[in-house]
């Protein structure tokens, strides 16, 4: 595997040293800590920035997957896209009517409650709005239900409030009040804003512009500013209990309103969820993933570094007496190594990138001279990128390949424990969103699934006991793996996976060892570096997670376009209705983006 992720490769050296050697670690501690294991778990924990930021904001963020899940979900997408059924709009209409009301009876309320003139004056004029978008417009009973009980002091787990006995309980429901309300005006200040770009892409045409216009104007996304100012300035003096009430309030009131635009009824065919339309006697969805920085927060090669480096023996504890079989070196010299191994990396791997990308200053060396791309790249075919692709990543999987035996050479992975690298594993810390995802994927006994991961990790072991710790056990791991003796790394390795080209190739095995049954295979691939890019071209939907600049800079080069995921729905969802074969079989040259693990989970699983 890479001695580091193409996304570091472009920091100073300096900066990816402190990967290695800091006191940093990126593995979570656990109850049953074993303090034999001295990986140091102290000091793991991400450090929380200064509260810079009002509760409002910091909610929205904490609850962000709602308001992705609400943005994907077929109504949405529909109405987005300008072919929603205009009979399914007009249903929404007369149920939001009716919840617009609820929303200004709640302010009433609020406004009776609140203490301080200021604060009734934002109520006051936020009330009004709401007065004036019910006269634009000329299961929504949970949520009404739900704010109205809020309003009036029936806080569930909370006692006392519903009397209403004295002024500090007042204000304190004025608080929940307006926190049940939030997360709606800043949903749709969101879904406003996120629509906008996609109608000015259709120009006046849209049938449904007046809505996006109107959720995504100044006026309105003010108003969500205001009402935010608002919740942060009543929820000062709240005690930790009472925000911890404020948050189930703005949680509930978020699942709430993606509830509501779950309960649309769509009587029309929709591109999302893609499991929705997998028949599982037909067809077989087949996930495919990477894993370092596509699933971790961290590259699995740092976490071996780390391993290696708190377990090895300092000069003076070595007593030859009691060695292991299999001897690790002073933790001196593995660092001195791992420096060395690590600087000339990042430099090689600087230069083949800008080999790839037709840099004249990559000439200067002769290891990566490419002369053959100045012409390839400019016959301007699918087949012909596809081919010079290719034939650059081959130059890069040479250079992998060396990378890998320098490591091997070196001895800096001999000595590693088996049962640390299990309880590393148990305590790597994965994507927000992405364990939940194969958990549900993999436990959905209406899909006919199958799960791959393809990664270039040096050790099988500390991939499988982070699946394992997250209850998954099924999926199929195609990875390098180390060699052992009883316990202990010999410091060898099965080299199984080391390039991008022997990433397409088990992708093409596991392919052709699935085309023996009658129905049709759908193939996604998801991937985060320039070492995914064939797979994400190859698959029928190919998502990139994250902002690879190197993986960007070279799929450009090569005439690959970047589609953000939820604009490509869009546009996929508005060529079906027009009578265009719908089909998610691939097209050379395009690779959807997302920024979360929420995007694809709304996309693959729905909600």
């Known amino acids: 595997m890479p001695l580091f992720s193409n996304k570091l490769l472009f ?65 949405v997408v529909s109405l987005a896209s300008g072919n929603l059924k205009l009979d399914t709009f007009r249903q929404y209409i007369a149920q939001d009517v009716h919840f617009l009301k609820c929303f200004a009876k709640a302010y009433e309320l609020a406004e009776e409650c609140a203490d301080d003139d200021d604060a009734k004056v934002s109520i006051t004029e936020l009330r009004q709005s709401v007065l004036e978008e019910l006269n634009m417009h000329g299961s929504f009973c949970q949520y009404t239900d739900f704010l109205l009980a809020t309003a009036s002091g029936k806080i569930e787990g909370v006692k006392g409030l519903a009397s209403l006995a004295t002024p500090f309980e007042k204000t304190k429901v004025a608080v929940y009040t307006i926190g049940a309300m939030v997360p709606c005006m800043r949903l749709y200040a969101f879904l406003g804003n996120e629509l906008q770009s996609l109608v000015d892409n259709n120009g006046n045409h849209h049938p449904y512009k007046k809505w996006i216009d109107n959720y995504s104007s100044d006026a309105f996304q003010a108003a969500a500013l205001q009402i935010e100012d608002l919740l942060d300035k009543l929820s000062v003096s709240l005690t930790g209990e009472e925000l911890d009430i404020l948050q189930k309030l703005y949680h509930q009131a978020m699942k709430l309103e993606l509830e509501f635009f779950l309960a649309q009824p769509i009587d029309q065919q929709i591109v999302v969820p893609l499991s929705k339309e997998q028949n599982p006697r037909q067809n077989r969805l087949m996930i495919f993933s990477d894993f370092d920085l596509t699933c971790t927060v961290v590259d699995s090669c ?52 800008e080999c790839m990308l037709g840099d004249q200053k990559g000439k200067s060396s002769n290891l990566f001279v490419i002369p053959w791309m100045l012409w390839m790249l400019l016959l301007d075919t699918y087949a012909r990128r596809r081919k010079g692709l290719r034939k650059a990543l081959e130059q890069l999987s040479d250079f992998e390949k060396r990378a890998n035996m320098r490591v091997i050479e070196s001895n800096v992975l001999k000595g590693l424990n088996l049962e640390d690298i299990t309880r590393a594993g148990e305590r790597l810390i ?151 074969f719908f089909s998610w079989k691939r097209v050379f040259g395009i690779v959807y983006t997302v920024s979360s693990w929420a995007e694809i989970h709304a996309f693959i699983v729905g909600s």
Request: charged share 20%; net charge negative; glycine share 6%.
């Open 302 to 353: 740092a976490i071996l570094a780390e391993i290696a480096l708190v377990t090895t023996p300092k000069l003076d504890q070595i007593q030859p007496e009691n060695q292991n079989q299999v001897a690790q070196m002073p933790s001196a010299d593995y660092r001195n190594i791992w420096e060395a191994l690590s600087r000339q990396y990042a430099e090689e791997h600087e230069k083949i990138m």
């Open 430 to 580: 994965f994507q927000d969103g992405c364990m939940d995802f194969f958990r549900c994927i993999m436990k959905d006994e209406r899909l006919n699934v199958d799960v791959h991961v393809l990664s270039y990790c040096w050790c099988g072991d500390l991939i499988r006991s982070a699946f394992s710790s997250g209850g998954i056990h099924d999926l199929h791991l195609h990875s390098n793996e180390f060699i052992y003796e009883g316990l202990i790394s010999t410091g060898e390795i099965t080299r199984n996976m080391e390039s991008p080209i022997d990433k397409l190739q088990a992708f093409i095995d596991i392919l052709k060892e699935h085309d023996q049954w009658d129905g049709k295979n759908l193939t996604v691939y998801i991937g985060d570096s320039v070492g995914d890019l064939l797979c994400l071209l190859e698959a029928d939907i190919g998502i990139l997670i994250g902002s690879s600049t190197s993986l960007r800079r070279v799929g450009t080069h090569f005439g690959v376009s970047f589609v953000p995921l939820f604009p490509g729905l869009v546009v996929k969802q508005r060529e079906h209705v027009e009578g265009k």
């Open 11 to 75: 920091v100073p050296i300096n900066t990816l040293r402190s990967v290695f050697f800091s006191n940093r670690s990126y593995i979570r501690p656990t109850k049953n800590y074993n303090p034999n294991f001295k990986i140091l778990v102290s000091s793991m924990t991400t450090t929380q920035r200064p509260n810079e930021e009002g509760i409002a904001k910091r909610l929205w963020v904490r609850f962000n997957k709602e308001s992705i899940l609400s943005l994907y979900t077929p109504f």
